[in-house]
């Protein structure tokens, strides 16, 4: 599809800029300004028209009339911001729209069916489903069979085992010729009990693999588990990183008696420290505060108080396509304003309200893994005393497919086999660290790319994963 006249000219600019920077003494080059490169960052954003949000929403309402498109701008329900002296709309606003106006989505679901379109759950969690309606029970099968043999780690079933593929390609001539980029790939962690087997098998730029002395492995314990390695560019051609491994993933799930929960130590540090605060995106706001007080208010036990806002995060917040985490001050105010969140987000919502309650909890997220629907993907993990600490996935939620109670809940204490664990918590610090702010503040999923001018941002690369499922 060719480029429309704005992104030919706002590409056109971005190239001069960097041409020039590349050229000039190095003492006159642009200086980096976080507040410069969130305005590029919020333009990459928002970068819709009027013109072609209206145009996605004529498929569906032909006759979508100004006054409705200005009504759904004001609510909110059509993303839109200030760029320059323009209105401009988020990239995926248009789609959202009829992912969180119930009568949008009914109207679109309807339209779909006549189409004879299979992928009508407006998400791009799409296809999983179907996978862990069978995968489920068979967890919670196997788990029930552990505990009554008696067996180690007894929650732990259903290993999947895969060898992985990922690449990450940076642009023919985003650089000149000759410039160094330093590169960060994700990795799947170690130091969780449910991914075991973890074998690094290479890794190298543009199909020659490095010896291990060219490569930086973060230790186990970092919160960003990676590989760093560096390439210079050639005239012309991308610089494709690679890195090729193999790991076994668990499914988990833990039967909770709430009746079994006891109750916490509140002078143990580890409470402490994940009953806290964390800067930025789990701050305590008088209107969490308030929230949290109300959702829980007359319940003490901690698993009944986490059952609670994971039912009122699922029932309230539909899931749509999120703008890059990099752009948004506060996410868990940010879902409460906009009434809608990607994984990441209302997980974090989960994570504060939690904490707030006084239920730890953390951040963890990398990759949902089911065949033909893998994902970036983020979920949470709380603490029970008297349970430890299990997984739980706020966008997965409560499944449209499930016979029951615990199927219902099997995300509450639960998760499937299909995932790869990157992460244990947000924005961290990567080894060795970058120089510059990363495209991706909060996650590290995609990986990470800079040069010594400064961050390489999503439009100049890409990334891929190649998934081989040896026990599927």
Not at 116 to 138: M, Y
Not at 215 to 220: I, K, N
Not at 425 to 450: A, C, I, N
């Amino acid at each position: 599809m060719a480029m429309k006249r704005k992104e030919i000219v706002l590409w056109a600019l971005v190239a001069l800029a960097l041409a020039a920077n590349f050229w000039l003494p190095r003492q006159m080059r642009y200086r980096y300004s976080w507040d410069k490169d969130l305005a590029q960052r919020m333009a990459t954003e928002f970068s819709a028209t009027r013109e072609d949000v209206k145009e996605y929403i004529q498929k569906y309402i032909p006759d979508v009339t100004d006054w409705q498109i200005d009504k759904w701008t004001a609510s909110g329900e059509l993303e839109s911001a200030r760029i320059g002296r323009q209105t401009m709309y988020f990239s995926a606003a248009a789609r959202n729209l009829f992912r969180i106006n119930p009568e949008l989505a009914a109207i679109k679901a309807a339209a779909d069916d006549r189409e004879q379109d299979l992928s009508k759950s407006g998400t791009s969690l799409s296809g999983h489903a179907a996978i862990d309606a069978a995968t489920i029970p068979a967890i919670k099968r196997q788990v029930l069979e552990n505990l009554a043999a008696g067996k180690e780690n007894p929650y732990l079933a259903l290993p999947k085992r895969m060898r992985v593929t990922f690449t990450l390609s940076v642009h023919a001539n985003t650089l000149r010729p000759g410039q160094t980029i330093r590169c960060w790939l994700p990795l799947p962690r170690q130091d969780v009990a449910r991914q075991t087997g973890v074998k690094f098998i290479e890794a190298g730029v543009n199909g020659t693999a490095y010896p291990a002395e060219k490569l930086t492995f973060s230790d186990p314990s970092n919160p960003h588990s990676s590989v760093y390695m560096e390439a210079r560019t050639a005239r012309d051609k991308a610089t494709v990183f690679h890195e090729v491994f193999e790991y076994t993933s668990c499914g988990e799930w833990h039967p909770i008696d709430s009746s079994k929960v006891l109750a916490y130590n509140v002078s143990d540090p580890e409470y402490k420290e994940y009953t806290a605060e964390r800067e930025k995106h789990i701050v305590f706001s008088p209107r969490l505060r308030e929230l949290a007080a109300r959702l829980t208010a007359g319940e003490t036990n901690p698993y009944l108080k986490a059952k609670r806002i994971f039912c009122w995060i699922n029932d309230n917040f539909p899931w749509a396509s999120a703008r890059e985490y990099s752009t948004i001050e506060n996410i868990p105010e940010y879902v409460l304003d906009n009434r809608h969140g990607d994984c990441g987000q209302v997980s974090l919502l989960f994570i504060t309200l939690c904490r707030i309650s006084g239920i730890p909890a953390h951040f963890q997220s990398g990759f949902m893994m089911h065949p033909r629907a893998w994902n970036l993907h983020d979920w949470a993990e709380v603490y029970f005393e008297g349970v430890g600490w299990v997984p739980v996935d706020q966008s997965f939620g409560m499944p449209a497919f499930a016979r029951n109670a615990d199927e219902k809940f099997f995300f509450l204490g639960g998760i499937d086999s299909w995932r790869m664990i990157v992460n244990t918590d947000y924005g961290m610090p990567l080894v060795p660290e970058k120089k510059y702010p990363r495209s991706e503040t909060v996650d590290f999923q995609r990986g990470e790319v800079e040069w010594e001018g400064g961050n390489l941002y999503f439009p100049q690369w890409s990334y891929h994963m190649e998934i081989d499922y040896l026990n599927y």
